[in-house]
C-alpha cells in the first residue's frame, strides 16, 4: 500500500536559519509530489509541485525552495526563515488515474514556528 | 484565475441531522475536478469525495455527497447522520485540467461543529 512519510512533526526555528523538510512516498512509482502551507486558521496555499525527478514548479515567490533529489523524495528548504514562514507545511502525492480521481493524499505535516 | 470560496466560517449540527457546508468556485476551463478534505484538530488531510466537471450525477460516498450544480457553479457537501467523529474542519478544493492538471486550490474552509 502507498504510504507517506513527512518529518519532523514540529520544529521551532530562530529568524535566520536554515530549514529542511523532507517527504517520502512509499508504494507507488513517479508520483506527483506538492508542497503546501496552511497559515493559522486558514485553507492550504500551493507553494510547489513536482511532476517527476529534478522538476520543480513554484507557485509563489518567496524564500523556500524545493528539490526533487530521487523519484519519492520531495524536500522543501530555506536558506534563512523568516518570522512569515511560520505555518503548517502538508506534503502530498498523486498519480493520474486517467477518469478516476482520488484526490492527494496527504502527509501527516510539520508545525514550524519560528521564533 | 481559478477560485474557491466557502463562505461558512463555521457550522454547528446536532447530531443523526444532515448538513450542507457550501462551496462555488470560478474557472474557465471545461474540464476540472472538485474535491472536499476534512482535517480533523490532528492536522491531517483526509480525502473524501470527487466530482468530475464531466459527471452527469451527484458523486456519492457513504454518508457524503455533493450537491454539483454546475450551472450555478456550486459544489456543496452534504453529510448526512452526523457523528461526533464529523467534528472537523472542511475545505473544498478544485483543480483545472481534470486528472491531467497539477494544481488544486483550496477554499478557506469551514469549521464543523456536532452537537450531542
Known amino acids: 500500500s502507498q504510504t507517506i512519510h513527512q518529518w519532523p512533526a514540529t520544529l521551532v526555528q530562530p529568524v535566520g536559519s536554515p530549514l529542511s523538510l523532507e517527504c517520502t512516498v512509499e508504494?507507488?512509482?513517479?508520483?506527483?509530489l506538492y508542497w503546501y502551507r496552511q497559515a493559522a486558521g486558514r485553507g492550504l496555499q500551493l507553494l510547489f509541485y513536482?511532476?517527476?525527478?529534478?522538476?520543480i514548479s513554484s507557485e509563489v515567490p518567496q524564500n523556500l525552495s524545493a528539490s526533487r533529489p530521487q523519484d519519492r523524495q520531495f524536500i522543501l528548504s530555506s536558506k534563512k526563515l523568516l518570522l512569515s514562514d511560520s505555518g503548517f507545511y502538508l506534503c502530498?502525492?498523486?498519480?493520474?488515474?486517467?477518469?478516476?480521481?482520488?484526490?492527494?493524499?496527504f502527509g501527516s505535516g510539520t508545525r514550524l514556528t519560528v521564533v | 484565475a481559478q477560485k474557491i470560496t466557502q463562505t461558512q466560517p463555521g457550522m454547528f449540527v446536532q447530531e443523526k441531522e444532515a448538513v450542507t457546508l457550501d462551496c462555488t468556485y470560478d474557472?474557465?476551463?471545461?474540464?476540472?475536478?472538485l474535491f472536499w478534505y476534512k482535517q480533523p484538530s490532528s492536522g491531517e488531510m483526509i480525502f473524501l469525495i470527487y466530482?468530475?466537471?464531466?459527471?452527469?450525477q451527484n458523486a456519492t460516498e457513504g454518508r457524503y455527497s455533493l450537491n454539483f450544480q454546475k450551472a450555478r457553479k456550486s459544489a456543496n457537501l452534504v453529510i448526512s447522520a452526523s457523528q461526533l467523529g464529523d467534528s472537523a474542519m472542511y475545505f473544498c478544493?478544485?483543480?483545472?485540467?481534470?486528472?491531467?492538471?497539477?494544481?488544486?486550490?483550496f477554499g478557506a474552509g469551514t469549521r464543523l461543529f456536532v452537537k450531542a
Open positions: 466530482q468530475g466537471s464531466y459527471d452527469q
Open positions: 478544493a478544485m483543480r483545472e485540467g481534470g486528472t491531467g492538471g497539477f494544481k488544486t486550490i
Open positions: 474557472t474557465s476551463d471545461p474540464s476540472y475536478g
Open positions: 513536482s511532476v517527476g525527478i529534478g522538476q
Open positions: 508504494g507507488t512509482s513517479n508520483p506527483n
Open positions: 502530498a502525492w498523486s498519480v493520474d488515474l486517467g477518469e478516476a480521481d482520488y484526490g492527494y493524499t
